[in-house]
């Protein structure tokens, strides 16, 4: 239980640059999860994501 927990999240979109700053989950895998689903452009697949505060 010790490893999840909130993180700030910064991902960006390498089809258009957009950029979005998401709160996320840590899950109990190491994975991040926001909820973030698609860019303004419609791509879901190719994003930079950086995680804040780490
Ligand atoms: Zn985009």
Known sequence: ???????KVTIRCNVCGEQFTLRGRRGPAGEVETGFKQCLCDNNRHFHIMEDGS
């Open 1 to 7: 239980m010790a490893k999840t927990g909130r993180t």
